[in-house]
C-alpha cells in the first residue's frame, strides 16, 4: 500500500497517454542493400565482385559471387581531454597545432577482417534478393577510384533475405539477420542432394568449441553457433548434426542418419561477442537516434549510428522511406541535423566541421568538407538552424587556435554549405582544470530577426545580420545561464555534441537544462520562473555538469514540450500543467522533440548513456505520442518589423556619448541616458544595467546597455601658487623626478660608429678602418645623454610641490603613467574641467521620504553638488545643494533626505558645480514609492531577502536585481506578475552594501540593503 500511495503522489497532476501513435526501434535499418557501385571497392579475390552487403552493428558483410567477407574497424578519434601530453608540445598556430596533433595521435585506427571462399559452387548457381522492402538506401561521400570526387548512389534497394540459389545442386544457402544480433544462414537441401559437397574455407585460424566455430578478431570472438537441423516437410523431426573442421580451416556439415529423399534445412547462427582486444569496438553497438527534424508536410527525419551516421525518413504514420549514409563516422565526433519546409536535410560532422545537403527524396545535393575554405581549419559544428525564411543557415560551434578554443556562430549558405559569415561568442582556455572551452551547444531562430543560442556557460542572442554593426558596436547580448555545462554537455554519445535546450516564441525564451525548464525574459534573459522535469537528470563533475536528456519545441499557442529520461511532457506556456493527456510514457531516454504539423508531437532518443561499459548495446528509438490540444508547430517567419539596433561592445561611466545605430532608420530611441535620435550617454544614464528601447510604428524591441564603473583619465595641472595636483586614474599617485647622465663613447668600431651618429668606412668593403661625419670628417668619439627616473618618488600626494627640475612622471595605482616635459604643458587647474568621479548615486523610498546618497571617488575643482527633482525628464527644481569636502583621494560620501509631500513618481538627477560656475550632470535616476505596500527585509540579512511585492507586479511582469558598490550587477532574478512576495538566497554575495532594483514596465523602485 505504501509503494502504491507514493506512485499516486508523484504522478497525480500527470495525465498520461495510452500508447504511441507510432515507435520504430532503430536508427540503422536491418537489410541486405545492392551493390549499385558503394561496394566495388570491398572486393577481395576469395569473394569475387561484391552483389549484396548487410551492414551491422560492429561489423559489414560483403556477398560476393564466390565468397563473403567479414570487415571489422575502429578509426575513433581519441577526445581532447584525455590528450593532455599534447600540451608541451602545442605551438600557438593552428597549423602547427593540427600537424603535431596528427603526429602524436589524434585517432585510434583498429581494423580486421577474414573471408569465407564457397569450396565448391555449382554451374547453376544464382545469387538473388527476395522480399524487397518498401523504403530504400542512399550513399554520399563514395570516392571514384580514378578521379577521387564524390559519387552519389540514390535510391538503392534493399531486401530481406539474400539467396544463393543452387550454391550446388539441390541446395541453396539462405541468408536473413536475426532479430538480436548476426547472421542467421540457412542451408536448404532439396531430397537427394549431397551436403557432403558444401564446404567453407576461410582465410584466418578456425576452432571448434563445444560444437561452435570460433574465429578471433581484434574486437572480440566471432561466433557460428553449433547447427539446428530438421525435415522441412510436414514431419519437422530434428536430425543430428555438427561442424566438421579440417585441415586448413576448411568447414564442413555433418548429418546424422537420415532420409535422404526428405527435404532438410540446417541451420547455424553468426553472431559477435565484442568484448576482445585492447579495447572493444563498442560504439559500433550505439544504434542511437540523436536527433530529429519534421518538414511542412509532418515527415519526421532522424540522424543516428555512429559508424556511419546515417539519415533517415519516416512518413508522418512513421512508416520508413529511405536510409541516407553519410561519409561520417568514427574518425571523427558526430553533428548535428536541420530540415528545411520542403523535406531538404542538412547534416553537419561536429569536429572537424563539414556539411551535406540531402533533398527530400534521399539524393545527396553537394557535400562540402571545408566550409570556412581554410588550409587546416580548427571549426566544429554543434548545433544548427535556419534564418527565419529558411535562405540561410547558421551554425553554433568552436573557432579559434590551438589554445584558444572560442565559441562561435557560422552564417552558412544554403546552395553550397561555405560559411559567409562568422561571429564570435565567448573565450575559453583548452587545458585549464576543469577545461573552460567555448562552445555554440543550442541554437534557435528567435522572434524579432535574432539567434537565441546557448554556451556552455551563456544564454545569449545576436541579430541574424552579422555585418549590421560597425566595429565596437554589436547587437550580441548574453548572461550566465547559471547550468555550468561541462564541455562534455550530455551524457548520450561517446564524444562531443550539441544539446536541444532552447527554443524562442514572441513572448518567451525557453530552456531546458536536464531536470529543470526554465522560461526567461526575452530582452534581459532573466529566469521568470522554473520547473522540475519530473524524471529529469544531470549530473555535476568538478562544478561543471552533463544532461541525460534533452529536446524542447513550443507550439503556436505557447505550450512546452521537453523530453526527459522516461518520456516527453508538456507544460503551459507559465510552465503550470494542463489538463488532458499531459506526458507519453517512452521505452528510452528522450534526446529530441518536435512537433509537425500532422499536430504529433515526435520525439527520439536511446536506452543506456554515454558512459555505459564497454561491450554494451544500445538501442535507438523515434516515435509520435499523442497529447491533448497540441496546437500547429511553431513557425520561425521574418518580421517585416526590424527595430534590431546595435550597442557599445562595452562602454564605462565617463566614456563619451556614441550613437546607437537601428537595422531601420526612421524610429525612436528611449530609456536612461539615451535621445530620441539614439545618441546614449554613460555619463547620463549612470553605472548600472539600461534597458533601451527602439520603436517604430510597426513595433519595438529592447537591448540591454551595461555601463560599468571607471575612473577619469589620469591627468596633471598647475595651481596659482606653483604646486600641481593630480586627477583621475586610480586616485593614488606617486611623482617621480628624474637624472640625466653624460657620457663619452669611444668609436672603436663599426656598431659604435653607428650609435654615434657616423658613417663606418670599410676596407675592401668587409673591415672596418675609420668613422666619418655627416661632413666626412673623421670622428673618435661622442657623447651621449641618457636619462633615468628616481626609483624613489617625492611625493605620494594628490598635490605636489612644485619640482626641482622636469621631467616629471606621475604614476597612478594601475601603473598608468604620465610624464611632463616642462611646466609650459601644465594647464591651470581653474580652467580643468570638472572632475567629480561619481562612484553611485542611490534613491530610495524611506516612508513618506525619498533618501538620495552619492559616493564619489575624487573631487577636483568641485565647488558643490546640486540635487534636483522633476514630475518628468525635461522640467526639475533645485532639492539641495551640498558643499564639495575637498580634493581627496578616497573621495567622499553624501546624503540628503528628500521630505516630500506624499509618494509619487518622481526623477531625480545629480550635478556638479564648479569653481567658475561651471555645471555638469553626473547621474539621473526615477523611482515610484506610490505602492505602501513593497517591503524588503530583513534589513541587514545574513543569507536571504524577502520582498512582498504588494500590487507591484499586478500590470506586467517584474524583475529584481541587486547591485553592488560598484554598480556591478550580482544578482537578477524574474518576478512573475502573480506572485505576491519572492524569497532571494543570496548565501554567495560577500559582506557589504548593495542596491536592490525592483523594476516593470513603467515603475523602478530601489532599496539599499546591507549583508552583514
Not at 401 to 414: F, I, Q
Not at 539 to 561: A, E, K, M, P, T
Not at 866 to 884: D, M, T, Y
Request: glycine share 10%; charged share 15%.
Amino acid at each position: 500500500m505504501k509503494n502504491l500511495l507514493i506512485f499516486f503522489t508523484f504522478f497525480s497532476t500527470l495525465s498520461f497517454a495510452q500508447q504511441a501513435q507510432w515507435e520504430q526501434h532503430q536508427a540503422l535499418q536491418k537489410w541486405f542493400v545492392e551493390n549499385a557501385g558503394q561496394y566495388d571497392g570491398e572486393a577481395r579475390i576469395e569473394t569475387g565482385p561484391i552483389l549484396f552487403a548487410a551492414e551491422l552493428p560492429g561489423m559489414r558483410v560483403y556477398f560476393g559471387e564466390t565468397g563473403i567477407r567479414y570487415s571489422f574497424r575502429e578509426v575513433r578519434k581519441i577526445p581532447k581531454e584525455v590528450r593532455p601530453h599534447l600540451q608541451a608540445a602545442l605551438d600557438t598556430s593552428v597549423y602547427e597545432y593540427k600537424r603535431r596533433e596528427r603526429l602524436l595521435g589524434k585517432f585510434l585506427h583498429r581494423t580486421d577482417e577474414f573471408t569465407m571462399r564457397w569450396g565448391t559452387t555449382g554451374a547453376n548457381l544464382e545469387i538473388l534478393a527476395e522480399g524487397q522492402l518498401s523504403g530504400y538506401a542512399c550513399y554520399g561521400g563514395v570516392k571514384d577510384s580514378l578521379t577521387g570526387s564524390d559519387i552519389t548512389f540514390e535510391n538503392v534497394a534493399a531486401f530481406e533475405k539474400i539467396i544463393y540459389r543452387n550454391l550446388v545442386d539441390g541446395i541453396d544457402v539462405v541468408f536473413t539477420l536475426h532479430p538480436i544480433n548476426g547472421l542467421k544462414y540457412s542451408l536448404e537441401l532439396a531430397p537427394g542432394a549431397d551436403l557432403n559437397l558444401v564446404s567453407m574455407n576461410y582465410d584466418v585460424p578456425v576452432s571448434l568449441n563445444g560444437g561452435e566455430l570460433t574465429i578471433s578478431t581484434l574486437f572480440g570472438d566471432f561466433h557460428e553457433q553449433a547447427p539446428r537441423s530438421f525435415y522441412s516437410d510436414a514431419g519437422g523431426e530434428e536430425i543430428a548434426s555438427a561442424f566438421v573442421l579440417s585441415a586448413n580451416n576448411e568447414v564442413r556439415f555433418d548429418l546424422g542418419a537420415y532420409t535422404s529423399n526428405r527435404p532438410v534445412i540446417v541451420d547455424p547462427w553468426q553472431y559477435t561477442v565484442f568484448g576482445g582486444g585492447t579495447q572493444p569496438n563498442y560504439l559500433l553497438d550505439w544504434d542511437v537516434v540523436w536527433e530529429l527534424d519534421v518538414d511542412a508536410a509532418g515527415n519526421v527525419y532522424t540522424i543516428g549510428g555512429v559508424d556511419n551516421l546515417t539519415l533517415a525518413k519516416y512518413n508522418s504514420a512513421g512508416v520508413f522511406q529511405w536510409q541516407f549514409n553519410t561519409l561520417y563516422d568514427t574518425t571523427a565526433w558526430l553533428g548535428t541535423l536541420s530540415v528545411d519546409d520542403l523535406g531538404n536535410s542538412y547534416v553537419t560532422n561536429g569536429s572537424t566541421a563539414r556539411i551535406l545537403k540531402v533533398n527530400t527524396a534521399g539524393a545527396q545535393q553537394w557535400n562540402n568538407g571545408n566550409p570556412n575554405g581554410c588550409f587546416i581549419c580548427s571549426d566544429e559544428f554543434w548545433s544548427i538552424s535556419f534564418n527565419c525564411d529558411q535562405t540561410k543557415l547558421v551554425v553554433g560551434g568552436t573557432g579559434g587556435g590551438a589554445l584558444s578554443l572560442r565559441g562561435y556562430m557560422y552564417d552558412v549558405n544554403v546552395s553550397n554549405g561555405n560559411v559567409t559569415n562568422a561571429q564570435e561568442i565567448a573565450i575559453g582556455a583548452m587545458f585549464s582544470f576543469p577545461t573552460s572551452i567555448q562552445e555554440v551547444r543550442s541554437i534557435t531562430s528567435g522572434y524579432n530577426n535574432k539567434y537565441y543560442f546557448v554556451t556552455l556557460d551563456t544564454i545569449g542572442y545576436m541579430n541574424d545580420n552579422f555585418s549590421l554593426c560597425a566595429p565596437g558596436m554589436t547587437s550580441l547580448y548574453k548572461v550566465d545561464h547559471g547550468a555550468a555545462l561541462n564541455y562534455k554537455c550530455d551524457n548520450w554519445r561517446y564524444n562531443n555534441t550539441g544539446i536541444r535546450a532552447i527554443r524562442v516564441n514572441e513572448n518567451y525564451a525557453y530552456t531546458v537544462f536536464g531536470n529543470i525548464l526554465q522560461r526567461r525574459d526575452l530582452n534581459t534573459l532573466a529566469v521568470i520562473n522554473q520547473i522540475a522535469i519530473p524524471s529529469g537528470q544531470i549530473s555535476s563533475f568538478l562544478s561543471h555538469r552533463s544532461v541525460f536528456n534533452s529536446g524542447i519545441d513550443l507550439d503556436q499557442c505557447g505550450n512546452v514540450y521537453v523530453g526527459s529520461t522516461n518520456g516527453v511532457y508538456k507544460f503551459n506556456p507559465d510552465l503550470s500543467t494542463p489538463g488532458g493527456t499531459n506526458f507519453a510514457a517512452t521505452p528510452y531516454r528522450v534526446f529530441d522533440v518536435r512537433v509537425n504539423s500532422s499536430g504529433q508531437v515526435v520525439a527520439c532518443g536511446g536506452n543506456g548513456t554515454g558512459s555505459d561499459p564497454f561491450g554494451s548495446v544500445r538501442n535507438g528509438f523515434v516515435g509520435s505520442y499523442a497529447f491533448t490540444g497540441v496546437c500547429a508547430p511553431l513557425t520561425d517567419t521574418c518580421v517585416v518589423c526590424n527595430t534590431n539596433f546595435c550597442v557599445p561592445e562595452s562602454i564605462c561611466q565617463y566614456d563619451p556619448a556614441v550613437q546607437l545605430t537601428p537595422a531601420i532608420s526612421g524610429g525612436t530611441f528611449s530609456g536612461p541616458g539615451v535621445t530620441a535620435g539614439g545618441l546614449f550617454d554613460p555619463n547620463l544614464a549612470g553605472v548600472g544595467i539600461h534597458l533601451i528601447t527602439y520603436t517604430l510604428p510597426c513595433g519595438s524591441s529592447s537591448q540591454i546597455i551595461n555601463v560599468v564603473p571607471c575612473n577619469l583619465p589620469l591627468s596633471v595641472c598647475l595651481e596659482a601658487n606653483g604646486t600641481l595636483t593630480a586627477s583621475g586614474g586610480s586616485g593614488t599617485y606617486s611623482w617621480y623626478t628624474g637624472t640625466s647622465v653624460t657620457n663619452t663613447i669611444n668609436i672603436t668600431n663599426a656598431s659604435s660608429c653607428t650609435a654615434c651618429g657616423g658613417t663606418p668606412i670599410l676596407t675592401f668593403g668587409i673591415f672596418y678602418n675609420h668613422c666619418e661625419n655627416g661632413s666626412g670628417a673623421t670622428i673618435t668619439s661622442c657623447s651621449q645623454s641618457s636619462f633615468s627616473w628616481n626609483a624613489s618618488p617625492y611625493s605620494t600626494s594628490v598635490n605636489s610641490p612644485a619640482p626641482a627640475s622636469y621631467p616629471i612622471q606621475i604614476v597612478d595605482g594601475n601603473n598608468d603613467v604620465i610624464i611632463i616635459n616642462n611646466a609650459g604643458e601644465l594647464l591651470p587647474c581653474a580652467n580643468i574641467p570638472l572632475a567629480a568621479e561619481l562612484m553611485s548615486f542611490n534613491v530610495d523610498c524611506l516612508g513618506e521620504a525619498v533618501v538620495c546618497d552619492w559616493q564619489t571617488f575624487a573631487e577636483l575643482n568641485v565647488d558643490r553638488f546640486v540635487l534636483e527633482r522633476g514630475n518628468n525628464q525635461a522640467e526639475f527644481v533645485e532639492i539641495a545643494s551640498l558643499e564639495s569636502e575637498g580634493s581627496e583621494v578616497s573621495g567622499h560620501a553624501y546624503s540628503f533626505v528628500d521630505e516630500v509631500n506624499g509618494r509619487e513618481f518622481a526623477y531625480y538627477r545629480l550635478l556638479e558645480i564648479d569653481k567658475n560656475g561651471n555645471r555638469n550632470l553626473l547621474a539621473q535616476m526615477h523611482l515610484d514609492c506610490s505602492d505602501e505596500e513593497v517591503r524588503v527585509y530583513p534589513n541587514p540579512f545574513t543569507h536571504q531577502l524577502k520582498v512582498e511585492l504588494g500590487d507591484f507586479a499586478r500590470g506586467g511582469e517584474a524583475k529584481i536585481t541587486l547591485f553592488n558598490n560598484q554598480g556591478k550587477m550580482v544578482y537578477q532574478q524574474g518576478v512573475d506578475k502573480q506572485a505576491n512576495s519572492v524569497v532571494i538566497e543570496l548565501n554567495h554575495l560577500s559582506s557589504g552594501m548593495y542596491q536592490l532594483r525592483l523594476s516593470s514596465e513603467n515603475i523602478t523602485q530601489t532599496f539599499r540593503v546591507i549583508k552583514d
